[in-house]
């Protein structure tokens, strides 16, 4: 026998789970659980369910596959080619600081006044997280605690447009389109500075103080972009003095 399909059931089901496509809950390459789960989870039938998950695999919001159903990389369409163009581009290096700059402190802002428990316990496990891979002295793990505790923040600003946005750049960043982050974290010094300047921002988003959480976030923006400066600098000398050296100097005599 034909299962029963009701296609109302399936259109509010998929408009929901767009809905939380949308807010970020559901995130860019996370796996769903089976169906039969989410079905029972949903109080829905396993058909109108799959009805569903048809709807959103045909406008690109999730993709279908036989180890299961993921979040589709969406915003991967526009900043794929862009991170192509803007790898190893020095000015849009730059640019992407000076967005960072403008956008960074009003999203910490947001955050400070918008996030919900839920999000406050999530950054508080992340500075935890950040701590010990610092304690650890494991500057990978510390870079994931970094790039994770600025994605939680945009998604406790509660603007979608935000979240995508800078949730699609930090994927950029993950990748090592604008920088090496682990260029960054191993000079000497600068492991200290940042925990800091994290620890800052995630206190004054914890203690809800909107100005605080703003100055935070600037401030390590620009202290992170005066850091590349200086590693850029400093590439620029020892590339221009191996230049200046000749063959006799690489030899002994
Ligand atoms: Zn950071």
Same mark, same amino acid.
């Given at each position: 026998?034909?299962? $029963?399909?009701?296609?109302?059931?399936?259109?509010? @089901?998929?408009?929901?789970? &767009?809905?939380?496509?949308? &807010?970020?809950?559901?995130?860019?390459?996370?796996?769903?659980?089976?169906?039969?789960?989410?079905?029972?989870?949903?109080?829905?039938?396993?058909?109108?369910?799959?009805?569903?998950?048809?709807?959103? *695999?045909?406008?690109?919001? $999730?993709? $279908?596959?036989?180890?299961?159903?993921?979040?589709?990389? =969406?915003?991967?369409?526009?900043?794929?080619?862009?991170?192509?163009?803007?790898?190893?581009? &020095? *000015?849009?290096? $730059?640019?992407? +600081?000076?967005?960072?700059?403008?956008?960074?402190?009003?999203?910490?802002?947001?955050?400070?006044?918008?996030?919900?428990?839920?999000?406050?316990?999530? @950054?508080?496990?992340?500075?935890?997280?950040?701590?010990?891979? /610092?304690?650890?002295?494991?500057?990978?793990?510390?870079?994931? #605690?970094?790039?994770?505790?600025?994605?939680?923040?945009?998604?406790?600003? /509660?603007?979608?447009? +935000?979240? /995508?946005?800078?949730?699609? =750049?930090? &994927?950029?960043?993950?990748?090592?389109? =604008?920088?090496?982050? +682990?260029?960054?974290?191993?000079?000497?010094?600068?492991?200290?500075?940042?925990?800091?300047?994290?620890?800052?921002?995630?206190?004054?988003?914890?203690?809800?103080?909107?100005?605080? #959480?703003?100055?935070?976030?600037?401030?390590?923006?620009?202290?992170?972009?005066?850091?590349?400066?200086? @590693?850029?600098?400093?590439?620029?000398?020892?590339?221009? #003095?191996?230049?200046?050296?000749?063959?006799?100097?690489?030899?002994?005599?």
């Amino acid at each position: 026998m034909e299962p $029963i399909r009701n296609p109302k059931l399936a259109d509010a @089901i998929a408009e929901h789970l &767009e809905q939380m496509i949308l &807010e970020g809950v559901l995130r860019p390459g996370e796996k769903l659980a089976a169906e039969r789960e989410l079905a029972e989870k949903l109080e829905v039938s396993r058909p109108s369910l799959r009805e569903a998950l048809e709807k959103l *695999q045909k406008r690109g919001l $999730i993709e $279908i596959t036989k180890t299961g159903t993921v979040v589709a990389q =969406f915003m991967a369409m526009m900043t794929e080619p862009l991170a192509a163009m803007m790898q190893s581009n &020095e *000015q849009a290096l $730059i640019d992407y +600081l000076e967005y960072r700059g403008l956008v960074e402190g009003e999203a910490a802002r947001l955050a400070a006044i918008r996030a919900t428990e839920v999000e406050m316990d999530a @950054i508080e496990t992340c500075l935890n997280r950040m701590r010990n891979a /610092h304690k650890l002295d494991d500057p990978t793990a510390e870079a994931e #605690a970094d790039i994770d505790l600025h994605v939680l923040i945009y998604e406790a600003a /509660h603007n979608v447009v +935000l979240m /995508h946005v800078m949730r699609a =750049f930090s &994927e950029m960043l993950h990748g090592g389109v =604008f920088y090496s982050r +682990l260029q960054l974290y191993t000079r000497p010094g600068v492991r200290d500075v940042l925990l800091e300047q994290h620890l800052a921002i995630g206190a004054a988003v914890l203690a809800r103080n909107p100005d605080l #959480a703003a100055e935070a976030a600037t401030n390590h923006v620009r202290a992170t972009a005066a850091t590349l400066a200086e @590693i850029r600098e400093e590439q620029v000398r020892v590339a221009r #003095a191996l230049r200046r050296m000749g063959r006799s100097e690489f030899v002994t005599h």
